[in-house]
């Protein structure tokens, strides 16, 4: 028998309450304890993974270790504990449905018709307990995407109920996060909406056992227990979450609430100690105390949804606390990039970060940045799509080659630089068939990233189709564009850099992925000190 208890956050009133932030918070305050915890992700669309969605949508994809494109939530586990998550931490409706329906087809099912209750609560069931019951962790997280009383929502209510029944009451409890709003007129918080969205939650048979009550303003004792009386919940489970000025702090705030006190309580669960938060603390500490400022400029096309960027933006208060820098990111259209303007709105920079991308929409903003950035030694970071920027630029304005461009920007090009592997060349489908998830990169010795990483072999995370094309490798390096970083296993250009700039990398991996509070990723950490090098020099 598992003794894995497990834990089920869902949603009430509204949206973008913070679901994910709650669960880390959680997360982190148990695991502080000594517990051995991760958190799922249950996302209710028919997406077999968020792959194939627009950032527009829910912002950016995150990817694994193990190659899976997920929500952008598992970036805050992985950031919060500093343990890895995989595929097995993000399911959608899209994948139950995609492998309760191969089962059908091959038979599984014995004639039986194939229906939501009991075919695909049992999916959703089987794959909350997978990851408890490897005996890897102590607590499962499992946090519900939606909103309570939503179509989509309905199996993994009843998923939950069940498995509440199954488990037992010491072995499973649901937090249920709302919202109280703040009526400025009545100059008042109100319930009602916590209270009908408890009772929705009670309709399918789950009754919260916890309440976590986002809020602009502090929730009196009065209504705290007003909310524990007609909720039905008990007034130590009434956990205000008041709007905090980083997501950092909710852990603290948490703590201070009884959020994982009264979680252990519920669970009969004794934590061999108090809470140890001294790194995180540590942390919080120098985020908010910088000593100077730089300012980085970030390139990309998706700037008007913050969410679109959510980890590098993470990465670069990571290495803004590890270097006692505010990092101050000043988002760059890259569609409203124009020549005439760039030196004037560039020269207020301490550095520059082209965005990861997809498609021709913006790129030719992108290679002005490059240029400006290497024409006047202004620090530059090239993740993905911009490290292929930063080779076309190269390309064009160094070797002279007018035309060089990507294959993906313009299929025709007499100039590839940046071309599809061959291997990619037959793929037709859309999901999953990128370049995914860890591989392992050889790095140069005396290049700025063999003195970064401080290793010669490292393995970052890929999402991406186009390669570096190996024919012009020659030309690069003799015109001083050096490949830094290789595949050994098949030679691909991973990393490019100009030995005789102050710091210009461009990597075809995400570095963000990896940053977390306890591990800031070492790249961001030496592209934020070459910016306030650069900030001290003006
Ligand atoms: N569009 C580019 C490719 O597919 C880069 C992808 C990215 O930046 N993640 O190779």
Redesign the pocket.
């Known amino acids: 028998m598992s003794t894995t208890k497990y834990i089920f956050v869902t949603g009430g009133v509204s949206s973008s309450l913070g679901k994910g932030i709650i669960a880390a918070s959680l997360a982190k305050l148990l695991q502080a304890r000594g517990f051995r915890v991760t958190i799922q992700k249950l996302d209710p669309y028919i997406n077999v993974d968020p792959g194939t969605l627009n950032p527009y949508e829910h912002g950016e994809c995150y990817v694994t270790d193990d190659g899976a494109e997920t929500d952008l939530d598992l970036g805050h586990y992985e950031r919060f504990l500093n343990v890895k998550t995989s595929q097995a931490n993000n399911v959608t409706t899209g994948r139950i449905y995609q492998s309760v329906i191969e089962k059908e087809r091959r038979g599984e099912f014995l004639g039986k018709t194939v229906q939501v209750v009991p075919h695909i609560t049992n999916e959703i069931k089987e794959r909350v307990q997978l990851l408890g019951n490897n005996g890897d962790y102590d607590i499962v997280i499992t946090e519900i995407g939606g909103t309570v009383g939503d179509i989509e929502s309905l199996p993994y209510i009843e998923a939950v109920r069940q498995l509440r029944w199954e488990l037992g009451d010491d072995n499973a409890l649901v937090i249920h996060l709302t919202l109280v709003p703040y009526l400025s007129a009545a100059k008042e918080l109100k319930t009602k909406p916590t209270q009908h969205s408890v009772k929705t939650l009670m309709e399918s048979g789950i009754k919260a056992d916890i309440l976590v009550c986002r809020t602009e303003h502090e929730l009196s004792d009065d209504l705290r227990t007003k909310l524990a009386l007609f909720c039905n919940v008990k007034r130590e489970a009434v956990i205000q979450s008041i709007d905090a000025s980083t997501i950092y702090d909710v852990p603290n705030m948490m703590l201070r609430e009884g959020l994982d006190t009264v979680t252990l309580k519920k669970l009969n669960l004794t934590a061999k100690n108090e809470p140890n938060l001294q790194r995180w603390n540590e942390f919080l500490q120098r985020h908010k105390n910088p000593k100077s400022e730089v300012r980085i400029g970030l390139i990309g096309k998706y700037v008007e949804l913050q969410d679109s960027y959510k980890s590098i933006l993470e990465a670069f208060i990571h290495a803004g606390a590890e270097n006692e820098v505010k990092v101050h990111v000043e988002y760059i259209h890259s569609e409203h990039i124009d020549s005439a303007t760039i030196p004037e709105r560039f020269s207020k920079l301490d550095g520059i970060l082209v965005a ?3 498609g021709e929409r913006g790129i030719e903003g992108k290679v002005d940045a490059v240029r400006y950035a290497r024409e006047n030694d202004l620090p530059f970071l090239g993740i ?2 911009g490290m ?1 920027m930063a080779v076309i630029e190269y390309a064009r304005n160094v070797l002279g080659i007018k035309d060089a461009n990507s294959t ?1 920007m313009s299929p025709d090009t007499q100039n590839p630089v940046i071309s599809l592997m061959e291997n990619q060349k037959s793929i037709t489908n859309m999901g999953g068939t ?1 370049r995914l998830g860890a591989w392992t990169c050889d790095l140069a010795e005396d290049s700025i990233v063999g003195n970064v990483y401080g290793e010669k072999t490292i393995a970052e995370r890929h ?4 390669e570096y094309n190996n024919s012009y490798k020659e030309q690069f390096e003799k015109a001083g564009l050096r490949a830094t970083g290789t595949n050994p296993e098949t030679g691909l250009v991973e990393i490019v850099e100009i030995p005789t700039h102050p710091w210009f990398v461009g990597v075809q991996y995400h570095p963000e992925y990896k940053s977390t509070v306890a591990n800031p990723h070492p790249l961001f950490v030496a592209f934020v000190k070459a910016a306030r090098e650069h900030a001290s020099k003006k």
């Open positions: 990861p991308g997809f993905c799509l292929q993906e990128m999402r991406h189709r186009y």
